[in-house]
């Protein structure tokens, strides 16, 4: 699944996304957005469910939402819903950024938008 | 006779009674004078003539005497030849008597010759008669003869055409008719029987048994065609929904999920009906599939899916030729747990690694099997080729297809009942089917990883990424992987020229991947990782981005031109 520079879409595996998350196509409770760092607490266990397990894995250092979904290609959404089982058992927590003193540090939009022009010229 | 012939003479004994009486008359009378003149004479004292006297007396005596004897023996000479005469007589007519039964006999015996004479000419008749007898009973018997050998003929022909009747039934016909199934043509198939006495009949039989067979061929050829059609359909609607779901929300990913789920079971039918019609099975799978992905693959085709419960610590694989079968298999199984079990009672599925490969267990807790549903199904997994006409009327469909997937893949598969209260259906994968190193799992990203770590860390402090390189001591089965005996996948989905190449079974949207395969696979820099990491941090933040409508970022963030830049970055 990981193999090489995931595609996400592509259909090289026999898993439906509905026997991923059980036929559940949106998570109950809105805890996470894409940027939502996520940190493992516990280690997996066997008879896991794989996706979990490598979410634990990838999660024993903070890594954002979407940086899993990227990782595990999978959809945002099926990822929620997975974290949303490992937060339930209380396997992960979820941290919030936050914004508004971080914004201030940030450099604004239009300057990030010059320094992607100036890397898609070279 | 003789009293009659001789009136006179008396019995022959005593003296005829005229002579006793005369003689007595002369004795009497000598008697009586002798002493009288002897008394005178005497008285006289005449001494001599009384002597005299009575010398004359005793002479007359004895004359009388004489006399008497003569006549007696005259009377009785004369009775015998009275006597004589009469037997003579008698011997006379004896005499006639016996020549006249002499005639007579003489008269019988010339009637005796002839009736003889004719006894003899009827006897030469009747000898003739037995003779014509004997003619017409030898005539007859030589019919008979004739007769019976021409039914011995008969016979013998009835015979023959029985054993060659027979010949016919057991040997010739079911070979003909193997033939025939094997797809020769009729003429071919009687062609070392052309002089075979029954050549008609061979033909008429192999003519029609040729036209049923080719009738069966063409139905099973249209059912593969059009399973063959609706499978290539269901794959590539797969593939079409598996980058819908990418694309779209959650707003719309259940309605996805459900056509999806949907697509699976129809793929599902169009598989059995292919393994049925002993056509291609639906996919191959380029690289060996983790159980747990064969667990799941066969999940998502059944329709209560939800029910399943999964319990699997296994990291082993199932080889790709054979992970589809296993998955169609394992699936119609689920589908029969689920099916005969009512609705909120689950069904469990377990996975254990056994020396003869992997065995899964399904079990529900339905209504478990009866003995002869026991033994059904055992038959229909057994070693014997499938007999499609033992299917009845598209029912029980499922276990006729476990049952030819098993024998394809040499699954062993056993029913036994539940202890929890249903059944349990044990489907053991041989080892040659099982790799233990699941080789498929994040091989190839490791080492990029590694280098691609500075990169990305001097963007973010926080070391984020490398999944497995950290957690590769944690738990050695996941650190398997590492070892480096990978690539399978890499090498057969491009050609050298850095072109996709398309798999059998696989649509043409998977096999060509939008770009960012060819810009990943030339340099498997860090860079390019990087490319690919942002590219999917982008396509993520794109996605939220496009349902909220932020529009100044997202318009240059056009995911083409990202990969391309970021490779020329380096």
Redesign the interface.
Known sequence: ???????????????????????R???PENAF??VTLIVAER??A??M??EH??IL??C?????V??V???LAL????V?ILLGDLLETGAITARHPRFAPNKARLPD?DT??QV??G??R? | MREATSPDGGPRRRPAPRTVALTAAAVLLAVVAAPVGIGRALGAHQPLTALAVGAVAVLWLIAVGLAAAGTERARRLTEDLAAQHDETMTALVVAGAARQAETAARDGASSARAERDAARAEQARAEADVTAAHAELARLRAELDAERAETEAVRAAAEAERAELDRLADGVLPEVVKKLRGGAAVDSALAAHRTHPQHALLRAVAEEVGRGERLRAAALAVCATAAGRVQALATSMHAELREMQHRHDEEVLGDLLRLDHSTAQAGRMADSIAVLTGARSGRRWAKPIAVESVLRGALGRIGAYQRVRLHNASTAAVAGFAAEGVMHALAELLDNATNFSAPPAEVHVYVEEVPAGLAITVEDSGLGLSESWLRRAERAVSAEPLDLTTLSAGTRLGLAVVGALARKHGLQISFRPSARGGTGVVMLIPQQLVTHPAPALATVPEPVAEVARPALTSARPAPVPLPLAPAAPVVPAQAAPAVPAPLPPAPARLTESGLPQRRRGQTLTTAAPPTAAPAAKPVRTDASTAAARFGAFRRAAQQTATSAETPPTTDTDTTPDASPVTEKDS
Do not use: C
């Open positions: 699944m990981s193999s090489g520079p995931v595609l996400p879409g592509r259909d090289d595996d026999p898993d439906r996304l509905y026997t991923i998350t059980r036929g196509s949106r998570s957005d894409l280690e997996p066997p008879g469910q794989s397990v490598r894995r990838m024993e250092a903070p890594t954002a979407v940086e979904a990227a990782e959809p945002v959404s099926v929620k939009l990030l938008k992607l022009h890397l898609q070279l």
